[in-house]
């Protein structure tokens, strides 16, 4: 494409080159209208002189290109005939095999499957038209149990001659299908050998020889339907290509047999304007088509005006006149990406691919089986959350937009577009199913596409729930003795109860303490199984959370002066307003921080101190627990919130504990829409960093466990 840039011309320079012509005239004017009308007709001179030779060179230039065409379809063509001819050769001289020996139908078959790489299937169909054997690429498959001599192409093989099929898609791939007869050395027909053909040799042949002759080749059945392009994804889209002339032209029944070739320019998918050339097929009356885009194509030709245009001053002039529509009949379209398109059919988890309209591009058997779909109803379907109205769409379209799904949740997020979901279906059966979305880059870095990998997980949860039920039931089927016992050996230490000896008393004050433990193991199991249930049940209401904590120092410092600990607590200087909470809940979490740090104090230093500190920052309330204790080691750390986990220093300093109240102090926390965070060095000490929000929105709608 060529660019003029508009310039004034000197018209005292010019009228002195026309002085020298005209006899008698020193001083010519010209005027600027009559200059442009004498460069209009020059102009017009010049044109007609110059199209005598220029339309001449076009059509050579056009009469070219449709034969370098014409000879890459052509050599197309003889790649899809040798392809059909070698199979149907093969086919037969298979059929002569076993024709000769039946008995060894299954070894034949087997040994071909192997060494062909386009059969996709194979199978012998006896005298009567039932199947004898069957083979694909997996192995022997089972039988159909009908008589399929009443089908066409089986009745055309019983002639005597060979049948080849229309195309049909499976799993989004396109077959055709070829039967050719099964005859004696007599020629007596005894069965039909029937073979699904894949494409796939065809693919790389139209790839070799787009890439060699630098255009795009594909093949496309008598139906209009492309079955053999450079790019399988294309493919796979079973694009109808009959609303475009020159394809009309070429394939289907009824066509001119005279017919050698159809050319024309015309837009492919993509908007790009494009110079095609088809020849004919005429053994299916299917077509061979070559494409180039039209501005690459016609450079040479383009070349050819541009020097026309600069050899003539008047051309310019036109040219720079009508520039700007010059520049709008040029336009540059930027070709659609291509899809990577590398779907697993046997993967154990369900696999969706699509792009950013939310039009599927591939599906696996998997992702059909759990979302009760069919590929061929959904592949290439733009969806929207209105689709889930549809019954058979609304697990797809709960997966595919996850915030309309029912009990949808993300379980975590590694940026603002990979996350992992959890969320129930119930068509066509009821499901929990964790979903992982991932980008997918294409070759400028950009993401081009998405994946939706679909993980079955109700038998998980079916194994959870299970677990947490039990624990529940355990824990109150024991609460009730442990209650029983507790009050019984508090009356036998009472004063109502006989005096006792000092051996007696301290037998009954052990068990007494063991069952307190066990009482508290229980609540805290109760606990547990509560908040899992989501019903662990908050109260939320106005408090001071500075009175709070000093509420829960005074009742813990007589445990700390008994355990020689320092229990300090400071104050913020300003008065914070009060903070929307669960006292009970808060009270218990708090507590345990401030409990463990008093119980993992070390027994050996004269200065163990616990230090609480309550801080007002711009959105938060901060609650810090310090101690100079026996600390965490570091490899703990990442499990310190889980259920039943305890540190080996934890264990060897105390045998009491579960194991599960940071478990419940993270999951209370994280209901109040806050955070705690953990800072440790073993034999050094602990800080604990609780963060409570002071906006009430933040405070999650509904309970969620926590899990580390």
Same mark, same amino acid.
């Given at each position: 494409?060529?660019?003029?840039?508009?310039?004034?011309?000197?018209?005292?320079?010019?009228?002195?080159?026309?002085?020298?012509?005209?006899?008698?005239? *020193?001083?010519?004017?010209?005027?600027?209208?009559?200059?442009?009308?004498?460069?209009?007709?020059?102009?017009?001179?010049?044109?007609?002189?110059?199209?005598?030779?220029?339309?001449?060179?076009?059509?050579?230039?056009?009469?070219?290109?449709?034969?370098?065409?014409?000879?890459? @379809?052509? *050599?197309?063509?003889?790649?899809?005939?040798?392809?059909?001819?070698?199979?149907?050769?093969?086919?037969?001289?298979?059929?002569?095999?076993?024709?000769?020996?039946?008995?060894?139908?299954?070894?034949?078959?087997?040994?071909?499957?192997?060494?062909?790489?386009?059969?996709?299937?194979?199978?012998?169909?006896?005298?009567?038209?039932? &199947?004898?054997?069957?083979?694909?690429?997996?192995?022997?498959?089972?039988?159909?149990?009908?008589?399929?001599?009443?089908?066409?192409?089986?009745?055309?093989?019983?002639?005597?001659?060979?049948?080849?099929?229309?195309?049909?898609?499976?799993?989004?791939?396109?077959?055709?299908?070829?039967?050719?007869?099964?005859?004696?050395?007599?020629?007596?027909?005894?069965?039909?050998?029937?073979?699904?053909?894949?494409?796939?040799?065809?693919?790389?042949? #139209?790839?070799?020889?787009?890439?060699?002759?630098?255009?795009?080749?594909?093949?496309?059945?008598?139906?209009?339907?492309?079955?053999?392009?450079?790019?399988?994804?294309?493919? $796979?889209?079973?694009?109808?290509?009959?609303?475009?002339?020159?394809?009309?032209?070429?394939?289907?029944?009824?066509?001119?047999?005279?017919?050698?070739?159809?050319?024309?320019?015309?837009?492919?998918?993509?908007?790009?304007?494009?110079?095609?050339?088809?020849?004919?097929?005429?053994?299916?009356?299917?077509?061979?088509?070559?494409?180039?885009?039209?501005? !690459?194509?016609?450079?040479?030709?383009?070349?050819?005006?541009?020097?026309?245009?600069?050899?003539?001053?008047?051309?310019?002039?036109?040219?720079?006149?009508?520039?700007?529509?010059?520049?709008?009949?040029?336009?540059?379209?930027?070709?659609?990406?291509?899809?990577?398109?590398?779907?697993?059919?046997?993967?154990?988890?369900?696999?969706?691919?699509?792009?950013?309209?939310?039009?599927?591009?591939?599906?696996?058997?998997?992702?059909?089986?759990?979302?009760?779909?069919?590929?061929?109803?959904?592949?290439?379907?733009?969806?929207?959350?209105?689709?889930?109205?549809?019954?058979?769409?609304?697990?797809?379209?709960?997966?595919?937009?996850?915030?309309? !799904?029912?009990?949808?949740?993300?379980?975590?997020?590694?940026?603002?577009?990979?996350?992992?979901?959890?969320?129930?279906?119930?068509?066509?059966?009821?499901?929990?199913?964790?979903?992982? =979305?991932?980008?997918?880059?294409? &070759?400028?870095?950009?993401?081009?596409?998405?994946?939706?990998?679909?993980?079955?997980?109700?038998? %998980?949860?079916?194994?959870?729930? !299970?677990?947490?039920?039990?624990?529940?039931?355990?824990?109150?089927?024991?609460?009730?003795?442990?209650?029983?016992?507790?009050?019984?050996?508090?009356?036998?230490?009472?004063?109502?109860?006989?005096?006792?000896?000092?051996?007696?008393?301290?037998?009954?004050?052990?068990?007494?303490?063991?069952?307190?433990?066990?009482?508290?193991?229980?609540?805290?199991?109760?606990?547990?199984?509560?908040?899992?249930?989501?019903?662990?049940?908050?109260?939320?209401?106005?408090?001071?959370?500075?009175?709070?904590?000093?509420?829960?120092?005074?009742?813990? #410092?007589?445990?700390?002066?008994?355990?020689?600990? !320092?229990?300090?607590?400071?104050?913020?200087? $300003?008065?914070?307003?009060?903070?929307?909470?669960?006292?009970?809940? #808060?009270?218990? @979490?708090?507590?345990?921080?401030?409990?463990?740090?008093?119980?993992?104090? *070390?027994?050996?230093?004269?200065?163990?101190?616990?230090?609480?500190?309550?801080?007002?920052?711009?959105?938060?309330?901060?609650?810090?627990?310090?101690?100079?204790?026996?600390?965490?080691?570091?490899?703990?750390?990442?499990?310190?919130? %889980?259920?039943?986990?305890?540190?080996?220093?934890?264990?060897?300093?105390?045998?009491?504990?579960?194991?599960?109240?940071?478990?419940?102090?993270?999951?209370?926390?994280?209901?109040?829409?806050?955070?705690?965070?953990?800072?440790?060095? %073993?034999?050094?000490? =602990?800080?604990?960093?609780?963060?409570?929000?002071?906006?009430?929105?933040?405070?999650?709608?509904?309970?969620?466990?926590?899990?580390?």
């Amino acid at each position: 494409m060529s660019i003029f840039t508009k310039k004034k011309i000197n018209l005292p320079l010019v009228s002195a080159l026309f002085a020298r012509f005209l006899p008698g005239k *020193r001083d010519v004017v010209i005027s600027s209208s009559f200059f442009t009308v004498f460069l209009f007709f020059l102009g017009i001179i010049l044109v007609l002189a110059n199209i005598l030779w220029l339309l001449p060179a076009l059509e050579a230039i056009q009469g070219t290109i449709t034969q370098n065409h014409f000879t890459v @379809a052509s *050599r197309a063509r003889e790649s899809v005939d040798q392809f059909f001819n070698f199979n149907v050769v093969y086919l037969r001289t298979l059929a002569s095999d076993i024709g000769s020996n039946p008995l060894t139908v299954r070894q034949e078959l087997e040994i071909s499957m192997r060494d062909n790489v386009a059969f996709q299937r194979l199978t012998f169909l006896n005298q009567e038209g039932f &199947e004898v054997s069957r083979i694909d690429r997996f192995g022997f498959e089972a039988l159909e149990s009908a008589s399929r001599k009443a089908e066409e192409a089986v009745i055309v093989a019983f002639s005597g001659e060979s049948f080849i099929g229309p195309v049909f898609f499976e799993k989004g791939e396109p077959l055709t299908t070829i039967y050719v007869p099964i005859m004696t050395e007599r020629r007596e027909v005894i069965g039909v050998l029937e073979s699904q053909l894949r494409f796939r040799t065809v693919w790389n042949a #139209m790839e070799t020889i787009s890439r060699e002759s630098g255009s795009r080749v594909f093949l496309v059945d008598n139906e209009g339907t492309r079955v053999a392009d450079p790019d399988p994804s294309v493919v $796979l889209q079973r694009e109808n290509l009959m609303v475009r002339d020159v394809v009309r032209t070429i394939v289907g029944p009824g066509k001119d047999v005279a017919l050698s070739l159809a050319q024309g320019v015309y837009e492919d998918e993509n908007g790009t304007s494009v110079f095609g050339v088809g020849v004919p097929y005429k053994k299916l009356g299917w077509g061979v088509f070559v494409e180039t885009p039209a501005d !690459a194509l016609f450079s040479a030709r383009n070349k050819i005006i541009f020097l026309f245009i600069l050899g003539t001053f008047i051309l310019l002039v036109i040219v720079l006149w009508s520039s700007s529509r010059v520049t709008n009949l040029v336009n540059s379209l930027d070709e659609k990406r291509r899809q990577t398109n590398a779907i697993i059919s046997h993967l154990t988890d369900g696999l969706i691919q699509y792009d950013k309209d939310f039009a599927v591009i591939l599906i696996n058997d998997t992702a059909e089986r759990l979302l009760g779909v069919r590929s061929d109803d959904i592949l290439g379907r733009i969806f929207s959350p209105k689709d889930s109205k549809k019954k058979e769409w609304s697990s797809l379209v709960g997966v595919l937009f996850p915030v309309i !799904a029912e009990d949808a949740h993300i379980v975590s997020s590694g940026d603002k577009e990979t996350k992992i979901t959890e969320l129930k279906i119930e068509y066509p059966v009821a499901r929990d199913l964790q979903v992982v =979305t991932v980008p997918v880059t294409d &070759e400028e870095g950009g993401t081009g596409s998405y994946l939706k990998v679909i993980r079955d997980i109700s038998y %998980e949860k079916v194994i959870a729930r !299970a677990k947490t039920e039990f624990l529940s039931l355990a824990a109150h089927q024991l609460r009730t003795p442990l209650s029983a016992i507790k009050w019984t050996l508090d009356f036998l230490l009472g004063k109502d109860a006989e005096p006792l000896t000092e051996e007696q008393r301290k037998f009954l004050e052990g068990a007494f303490a063991s069952n307190d433990r066990m009482i508290k193991l229980i609540d805290a199991l109760l606990n547990v199984s509560r908040i899992e249930e989501g019903r662990f049940g908050y109260e939320f209401e106005p408090g001071d959370i500075v009175s709070l904590v000093e509420n829960i120092i005074s009742g813990l #410092m007589p445990i700390s002066n008994k355990a020689g600990v !320092a229990l300090k607590f400071t104050k913020p200087e $300003l008065v914070i307003p009060p903070l929307m909470f669960d006292k009970e809940r #808060m009270r218990f @979490a708090i507590g345990n921080l401030i409990d463990n740090a008093v119980r993992y104090s *070390r027994k050996d230093a004269s200065d163990s101190f616990v230090t609480v500190a309550v801080r007002d920052t711009e959105d938060f309330v901060e609650v810090e627990v310090s101690d100079n204790g026996i600390g965490i080691p570091q490899e703990h750390v990442p499990h310190l919130f %889980e259920k039943f986990s305890r540190a080996v220093n934890a264990q060897k300093a105390t045998s009491e504990g579960s194991g599960l109240g940071l478990f419940i102090v993270k999951n209370i926390i994280v209901r109040h829409g806050g955070d705690i965070r953990v800072e440790s060095q %073993e034999n050094r000490g =602990t800080h604990f960093i609780v963060t409570i929000p002071k906006d009430p929105t933040k405070i999650p709608p509904a309970e969620k466990t926590f899990e580390e």
